[in-house]
């Protein structure tokens, strides 16, 4: 429409002639098609499969010729026919084999493809060359030709597309897509040339994949080509190609030529199989070969789900990735797969923020203190304090209160509870002498809790390790006067070893090693240093101390030692110095030789010491005989390598293959240990990352080998019927699951078992009783006031179908108004008076109603029409007279109507309908006796549109929502269902004229009069309030515009004679002015109308209030050819003086000269497109607009307000200049002029250098509802398929830019819908998904701007659940399992099992699966054991019980929808079973019986009886047993009543002597008779001997226990256990009696107390997510207001004292980074994107 607006004064005239040549075609076809009835049903389809034709009929209702064709067609039943079915046109040939031809019986074959005319029935005599034509024209729908669509209709070949539309062109693209744009397949060419010699006879030329198509090769040379082929499921096969013709090849079709000299092979495809192309050696000279065929692209990339958030809460990232999938098996790949194919582009990973809610407040604690005591128990400690982390990962400290739930760490525990180590001391050695007094020694050792040898015990309380002992044997030497010092070397190593303890806690020596010998013979010295040591135990180091710090005696620093004899003398020397060396009596002994090495190398092992034989003078090892047995010293043992281990895998046994065939899967358990302790067997689990290896595989295939073929049944259908015996089937397949999962659909011949039942009986329960009415009878009067009747059937459906009438009881109660009703007919004449003038009246108003602006409520009286917006309440009412309002009846659309939710019909005559829905329009009739009048109602869509009527009365749910269009979207021409305003439809096509339709007399009237471009602004603006109001819009500019319409009539009145003198002067016009008559009338009718309007508003308006302010209206464009109607020059406004008409902003459109690109200063109007250059200091840009009031001017770049200021200007004028222009100025410049009435906006392009400029939006467009959708160039588009998607993209350059659209990269061809540079995509599906590029080009450059669409897919149940199967049983092959569906399943199941629960489920994005029990998360369920496996798609429920029990649903959502499917589980149950008799109960008499045993089962076996104990016993019979004789015995009566209750009393019986009979009779006998078989019982016994006990009590105490209510205590007394005497006992002793109460409540001024609270404070933040307020909470008392201690308001709910406060979007005021993953972003390079753009604006600002 751009050329409009540039248009000179003349335009107008030549646009005016244009458009009266352009409806006279219009109107010839309209006159033509308004002879014709409507058009009639769809005839039964040619044929049932393969393509047939079905027609359909219309009558001429006039009594001359009707213009056009009485009949029309389409296609139908275009699936193709069983292999069996034949050929169509041969079915035809054949039917004529039993007709005499020439007096002879021939059978006929068809005669295909004749073109000269395709459509006759030609068929040849078998085995003849007789060919005759049996008929003219074949049956409708046979095929032209046998390699075309196209087919045979009425005798004409009418052309089919590859849609299988009539008239279609479509075509299939090389890869076998309709209508595709041949991205899915790759072309191939090639050339070989053999190689080949007397021993390489053959070779390959080429392989082509199954699925391709258009093969052709042409071999050139003496070789010859043969095939080889191998379909998918394995089967090979191979043709020689020896001869030229057509053959068939694993279901492919093969056409082959042979030539002398060549030989051409050619294969339409698709193929069925892999074929391989091979050429044999034929001769001596070479060959080449030349082929040329379409690929399929098998493999594709797909991007994933984002992977769970880096964080749970706080704010954290999510990424996605790419994965290769293979089209054919339906599966991911390895990525090679998809590199293969260069068209294939890997999507880059997406970033999206996840959990952005704030984490809750947690406990954190410190790390423990060194515990108090190194052993025997200790204390430990720690701060425990409650703390906040923000988005940034910042950890504060918070109140306590805020962590109160959850519970509060521990403080203090114990540590170091295992034993102190002790002294052990070890048996006593021999005694050193053989007679008399002598010494004794034994090692002494200090032993921890874990029996190792360490220090630490205190040596105060060590045993002595040398005593005196005395030998009873005398003699014979000099006495000596002391003990002799013990000769064995063992003693002073057992010193050494108890010497070099380990360093502990307690400050002790330690001694180092002892240095070498001084000398190398004879006796030297040896030296070590002893230090005082202490073992830090908090950091596990040792530290030195001073020498006085530790206690005790200080080990030996330096000591003697002996070389051996010096060159082979023996020694001399002084026995004092040498330390009783010489006196060794032995040469050999045992000595301790360090430790072995240790038995672990972590985690704690041992050290053994070792015991060598040794030569004490040379030190030398010796044999181990020659040192005495009895004097080795014990073993020695102590702790080393007491770090932990460090972290390992842990690797599990694999678990069972979860198939037996078809490629299962094995899992197996690995996890990431740390041995902290070996000896107390003490393991830790760690987190993976924490072992450095990398991990073991957890999962492989198995059993990869084909599974034989079996029946794979699918989900049950729902039942036929809901009651009375019904059907469901389903569908049981023969299948093969292959090795790679896949599953080959096979014959059912393959499958050897029985197949399973396709079909059962369901809902076999008879159906509820119900009334069957029959029709109203005639009113039982001729005249006046009667009655109708109907009767009623009590009617029950069996479970077998079948119905039968039953008692009129079993039926629910039938209302009286069901079966008798008032009539009314005419008022009975009275005698001498006309009886018309008593015929009742409806008084009706002939108006039209349009509605507005929305209304809560308004009021019609019948007789009119109503044009009307949805969800306003209408009341009709019917005034009558001579006629009783309670006999008023209602119909719609010829229906009754009765009350209902939505409609009432009131008893005083009128009718509400309580929100108007799209199924409430239709003509509404009042009947008052024979009076009758009506009242249409319709519809005003928000496009200002009326709303096509439903075809048939629906709900509510099923009528589709009324569409919000934009107020800026273009008014679209909306087909109306009832035939009046379809696209080209009858009503159009006629003009104005009356409808056929008396209900749609005026609708083409009052569209054109809502369309209507010159229509006041105020009422434009009043449809664009009230669509933004509908939004919720919150601008002030919104809320401006809602002002002016308090001065717009709510609804537009009109009479209907206007409206009809409007239609009777159009249909007297001539047919070629016509349609402009009708638009200057219905303008003309807009002013009239408003005018009156105004004219009504100054009457109602105070003088001060006739002036409507400016109000700001949003920018919108609106183009109309005829909207000059309405406006007035500009010197006729400023002529009219202070009562000038109200009138709208126009903008004043001026062409000013074309620019200079050197000019220094350029001045333009609006409307053109400016350049700068090098040399522009200017840029001055006008903007003149007319209207009253006087219009606003605003200004605004690129859709955002300009910021004026230094150097750019707004000028008195309201024009816009820019000083010393820069590149940022660049853009597209919108002058706004807004006034009360509407406004008018004009855009200018200002480009740097005449370069392309193109208009875009940032913005996400997400659509699941609408039909259409538009959006700007650079926006992100996400929508269901199906939808219309207009993509716009303006330009501006100079010279002028051209656009042009690209796909993914790929120029768009001429098929999709250009206009005026925007991108119309119909009907869009998963094919058109991807990036759409617009670019704007001239000869100063080039620009491209982005829009992103991805098509949204709502979760929906997959139709094959092989996928979901298999997933099951890979996870639980032992596991019984069950899927979820949209009506439900069930599954029965033991208590104590594990189940898993399936959700199949697919869409686009992937869906999000919550699962939910009875209706809660599954989170929130107490006492549930479950696991959520394979992305939610799968619940483990283990540990099944009771409450395990119910309904389990999941919950599939994303972006376009969500999907509710469920099971339930059912707990077998354990039952009672009658077993074998058990023992007789009496061994004679009559009273013996046996009973049958009873046995608690679960599936048959026996468990505890217990588990049966709320069970009911099954009823049993005792059978009789033992009926004899008894022998004679003691019989006994009961005792007696105890003569005491307490106290020591006596009871007696009776003691006889009886025998009992076989018949029941006991007779006594002499007692001697029974004394001889048993003693004889005792007839008196002491009872009842315990102590007289009561209960006693105090008096109450004091009201001062704890608060539990409003002035309400507890107050106490003790209750105690005595004798009669007086005498305390223990409680137990009373129990047997009624305990008295120990507590009560009673009334405290105490807790007259309540929670009071303060006011709020300030709100830490003014916006964001993280701002929060408290307040003081405190107990107080009811009466002095002072604060209480809390507990006693604890009766009552303490109120909260903090809360999130502001919490809206802030304005980034400054630049900094507002979430923690920054990092990431800047690293993925994804800065440029909005959304983090704002969130990381330090970090992108610093890149």
């Not at 998963?1326 to 670019?1335: A, E, H, P, T, V």
């Not at 959520?1428 to 799968?1434: D, E, S, V």
């Not at 690293?1723 to 994107?1729: E, P, S, T, V």
Request: net charge positive.
């Amino acid at each position: 429409m751009e050329c409009c607006r540039r248009a000179t004064p003349g335009t107008p005239l030549l646009f005016l002639a244009f458009l009266l040549l352009s409806s006279r075609t219009t109107r010839s076809e309209e006159d033509r098609d308004s002879l014709w009835d409507a058009w009639g049903p769809w005839s039964e389809c040619s044929r049932t499969c393969g393509g047939g034709a079905s027609y359909s009929l219309r009558r001429c209702l006039s009594s001359k010729s009707c213009e056009g064709r009485n009949i029309r067609y389409r296609t139908c039943s275009n699936v193709d026919c069983p292999p069996e079915a034949g050929d169509f046109r041969a079915q035809q040939c054949s039917a004529h084999n039993d007709v005499k031809y020439h007096g002879q019986f021939y059978e006929w074959l068809p005669v295909s493809n004749d073109p000269d005319n395709p459509c006759s029935l030609k068929c040849q005599a078998k085995g003849t060359a007789l060919v005759v034509e049996l008929s003219p024209k074949v049956l409708d729908g046979t095929r032209c030709y046998t390699e075309s669509l196209d087919m045979c209709i009425s005798g004409l070949c009418q052309i089919v597309g590859c849609d299988h539309q009539l008239g279609s062109t479509v075509k299939e693209d090389n890869c076998g897509v309709c209508n595709g744009d041949g991205s899915t397949c790759r072309l191939v060419r090639g050339q070989y040339k053999s190689q080949l010699s007397a021993t390489k006879l053959d070779d390959t030329v080429v392989a082509i994949p199954y699925g391709s198509r258009h093969i052709r090769l042409v071999l050139k040379g003496p070789d010859h080509l043969y095939l080889e082929s191998k379909t998918l499921q394995g089967a090979k096969g191979e043709n020689s190609l020896n001869s030229t013709g057509t053959f068939l090849v694993d279901n492919s079709s093969v056409n082959f030529q042979k030539f002398p000299d060549k030989e051409i092979l050619r294969m339409a495809g698709p193929l069925t199989a892999d074929f391989i192309i091979k050429i044999r050696n034929s001769g001596p000279a070479n060959s080449t070969v030349q082929f040329i065929f379409y690929q399929p692209i098998s493999h594709r990339w797909r991007e994933t789900d984002f992977f769970p958030c880096s964080a749970t809460c706080g704010g954290g990232y999510q990424l996605t990735s790419a994965e290769c999938y293979d089209l054919r098996s339906n599966r991911v790949v390895a990525d090679q797969y998809c590199h293969y194919y260069p068209e294939n582009i890997k999507p880059k990973p997406k970033l999206q923020e996840c959990n952005l809610d704030p984490c809750p407040a947690r406990w954190e604690a410190t790390p423990w203190t060194a515990c108090s005591s190194s052993c025997g128990g200790g204390i430990q400690s720690r701060a425990v304090s409650c703390v906040e982390e923000d988005i940034q990962g910042h950890v504060t400290s918070v109140e306590e209160w805020k962590c109160m739930y959850t519970p509060k760490m521990p403080i203090v525990q114990p540590c170091n509870i295992f034993d102190c180590p002790k002294w052990l001391a070890q048996e006593w050695s021999p005694c050193t002498v053989t007679c008399g007094q002598g010494l004794r020694y034994r090692v002494v050792l200090c032993i921890d809790h874990r029996g190792m040898h360490t220090g630490g015990c205190s040596p105060k309380t060590k045993p002595h390790v040398k005593e005196e002992c005395v030998i009873p044997t005398p003699c014979y030497k000099p006495k000596e006067k002391l003990p002799v010092e013990a000769k064995l070397p063992w003693h002073k190593q057992a010193q050494e070893l108890e010497e070099g303890a380990a360093v502990s806690e307690e400050p002790s020596f330690i001694p180092e090693a002892w240095s070498a010998c001084t000398v190398t013979c004879g006796v030297g010295t040896q030296v070590r240093r002893v230090k005082c040591q202490v073992l830090l135990s908090f950091s596990q180091s040792v530290a030195d101390l001073p020498v006085d710090e530790c206690e005790g005696p200080k080990p030996a620093s330096q000591r003697a030692c002996y070389a051996g004899p010096c060159n082979g003398e023996v020694p001399e020397f002084n026995p004092e110095e040498t330390d009783g060396l010489q006196d060794f009596d032995e040469l050999y002994d045992w000595e301790y030789e360090g430790f072995t090495k240790c038995s672990e190398s972590c985690g704690g092992g041992v050290q053994e010491a070792v015991v060598s034989c040794l030569n004490k003078q040379t030190r030398e090892p010796a044999d181990e005989n020659l040192c005495v047995t009895s004097r080795r010293p014990p073993k020695l043992l102590k702790a080393c390598s007491l770090d932990p281990c460090p972290a390992r895998w842990e690797i599990g046994k694999w678990n069972p293959c979860s198939l037996t065939c078809g490629v299962g899967l094995q899992t197996r358990d690995v996890f990431c240990s740390h041995l902290l302790s070996r000896e107390m067997n003490e393991t830790v689990i760690l987190a993976d990352e924490l072992c450095r290896q990398p991990k073991p595989s957890t999962v492989q295939a198995c059993n990869r080998f084909n599974c034989p073929p079996a029946w794979y049944p699918a989900q049950w259908q729902p039942c036929s019927r809901t009651c009375g015996g019904g059907i469901q089937k389903r569908e049981v397949l023969c299948k093969q699951r292959m090795a790679d999962g896949s599953f080959l659909e096979l014959p059912e011949t393959f499958c050897s078992a029985s197949k399973l039942a396709s079909q059962q009986p369901c809902k076999k329960d008879d159906c509820p009783s119900e009334w069957l009415l029959s029709d109203w009878t005639e009113c039982s009067t001729s005249c006046g006031e009667g009655t109708q009747t109907r009767s009623a059937i009590c009617r029950k459906v069996l479970k077998t179908g079948v119905s039968a009438i039953v008692n009129s009881s079993s039926c629910p109660p039938l209302p009286f108004s069901s079966s008798i009703r008032p009539c009314m007919l005419a008022t009975c004449a009275r005698p001498g008076r006309p009886s018309t003038k008593h015929s009742p009246h409806i008084a009706a108003a002939r108006k039209i109603y349009i509605q507005t602006r929305r209304q809560r409520k308004l009021h019609f009286v019948v007789g009119g029409f109503a044009y009307l917006l949805p969800k306003t309440a209408v009341v009709l009412r019917c005034p009558t007279r001579r006629f009783r309002k309670p006999l008023i009846t209602w119909e719609k659309d010829g229906q009754h109507l009765i009350s209902s939710a939505h409609v009432t019909v009131a008893p005083f005559g009128y009718l509400k309908i309580h929100r108007l829905k799209l199924s409430d329009a239709g003509i509404y009739t009042c009947s008052a006796g024979p009076a009758r009048e009506q009242f249409v109602i319709k519809l005003i869509g928000g496009n200002r549109k009326l709303v096509a009527r439903p075809l048939s009365l629906r709900s509510e749910a099923d009528a589709p929502p009324p569409r919000k269009a934009h107020p800026k979207e273009a008014l679209q021409t909306h087909k109306h269902q009832n035939g009046i305003f379809s696209n080209g439809s009858k009503a159009e096509k006629r003009g104005l004229g009356l409808a056929a339709d008396p209900g749609s007399r005026y609708d083409d009237l009052v569209s054109r009069l809502l369309e209507q471009g010159g229509w006041p602004g105020e009422l434009l603006a009043s449809w664009e309030v009230q669509d933004s109001t509908e939004r919720n819009a919150s601008s002030e500019e919104e809320q401006h515009a809602e002002q002016a319409l308090l001065h717009l009539p709510f609804t537009i009145v009109a009479e209907q004679q206007r409206l009809d003198h409007i239609l009777r002067n159009l249909s007297q016009q001539p047919e070629e002015l016509r349609d402009v008559s009708s638009k200057h009338l219905v303008a003309q009718l807009a002013q009239d109308i408003f005018r009156s309007h105004l004219e009504h508003q100054d009457v109602l308006l105070k003088p001060s209030e006739r002036r409507v302010p400016p109000v700001a209206i949003p920018p919108h464009k609106h183009v109309s050819g005829f909207s000059s109607s309405l406006r007035t020059s500009s010197s006729g406004e400023a002529a009219s003086g202070p009562r000038r008409p109200h009138r709208k902003p126009t903008i004043l459109r001026k062409i000013s000269a074309a620019q200079q690109l050197s000019a220094s200063e350029v001045v333009t109007h609006l409307g053109q497109t400016v350049a700068l250059a090098s040399g522009t200091l200017s840029v001055l840009l006008h903007c003149e607009a007319v209207g009253n009031p006087r219009p606003t001017i605003s200004w605004a770049r690129n859709g955002e307000e300009v910021q004026f200021g230094d150097r750019i200007l707004l000028q008195p004028d309201d024009s816009l200049q820019i000083l010393a222009p820069v590149e940022a100025d660049v853009g597209f410049y919108t002058c706004n002029a807004t006034n009360a009435l509407g406004y008018d906006s004009v855009s200018i392009a200002v480009t740097l250098a005449g370069k392309p400029l193109v208009k875009t939006s940032r913005i996400t467009v997400i659509n699941t509802k609408e039909p259409a959708i538009t959006a700007d160039v650079g926006s992100t588009i996400k929508t269901v398929r199906g939808v219309n998607v207009t993509i716009n993209c303006q330009v501006a350059g100079v010279p002028e830019a051209e656009v042009t659209w690209f796909r993914n990269k790929s120029k768009l061809g001429s098929p999709h819908h250009l206009h005026e540079g925007s991108l119309l995509l119909t009907n869009v599906s998963f094919s058109d998904q991807g990036l759409y590029s617009c670019r704007a080009s001239n000869v100063r450059g080039e620009l491209t701007e982005n829009t992103q669409l991805q098509i949204l897919d709502p979760p929906q149940v997959p139709t094959q659940l092989e996928d979901i199967r298999a997933l099951l049983s890979a996870t639980g092959p032992n596991f019984p399992s069950v899927l979820t569906s949209p009506l439900g399943t069930q599954l029965v199941l033991d208590p104590g099992n594990s189940a898993l629960l399936g959700c199949p489920i697919k869409g686009h994005p992937t869906p999000n699966i919550t699962w939910f029990h009875d209706g809660q998360s599954v989170a929130s369920v107490t006492g549930l054991t479950y696991h959520i496996l394979a992305a939610g798609q799968i619940l483990q429920v283990a540990n099944l019980s009771d409450k395990s029990q119910g309904e389990f649903s999941c919950l599939a959502q994303n972006e376009a929808g969500a999907l509710v499917q469920k099971t339930s589980l059912v707990i077998q149950d354990y039952w009672w079973s009658v077993d074998r008799l058990a023992t007789c109960s009496a061994s004679c008499g009559n009273r013996g019986v046996q009973q049958p045993r009873l046995r608690c089962l679960l599936n048959s076996t026996e468990v505890n009886p217990t588990h049966c104990a709320g069970k009911v016993r099954p009823a049993v019979q005792p059978v009789a047993c033992n009926r004899r004789d008894c022998p004679s015995r003691w019989m006994v009566t009961s005792w007696s009543a105890c003569t005491r209750s307490c106290g020591g009393g006596i009871q007696t019986r009776r003691v006889t002597c009886q025998k009992l009979k076989a018949s029941g009779i006991s007779t006594p006998v002499s007692n001697d008779m029974c004394t001889q078989l048993a003693k004889r019982p005792v007839d008196t016994q002491a009872c009842n001997q315990q102590l007289c006990v009561e209960w006693a009590f105090s008096s109450w105490g004091q009201c001062n226990g704890p608060c539990i209510g409003p002035r309400l205590a507890v107050q106490h007394r003790q209750v105690f256990c005595q004798t009669r005497d007086g005498i305390t006992l223990p409680s137990e002793q009373c129990s047997a009696l009624p305990r008295p109460v120990s507590t009560q409540n009673c009334w405290s001024e105490a807790c007259s107390v309540h929670w009071r609270v303060s006011l709020w404070t300030l709100c830490t933040a003014t916006c964001g997510n993280y701002g929060f307020q408290s307040r003081r909470v405190e107990c107080v008392h009811a009466r002095t207001s002072k604060a209480v201690p809390e507990h006693l308001c604890s009766w009552g709910p303490r109120p909260a004292n903090w809360q999130r406060c502001n919490i809206t979007p802030c304005e980034n005021m400054e630049c900094r980074d507002t979430t923690r993953y920054c990092e990431k972003v800047k690293q993925l390079k994804l800065c440029q994107l909005s959304q983090f753009k704002s969130r990381c604006c330090g970090t992108c600002g610093k890149a």
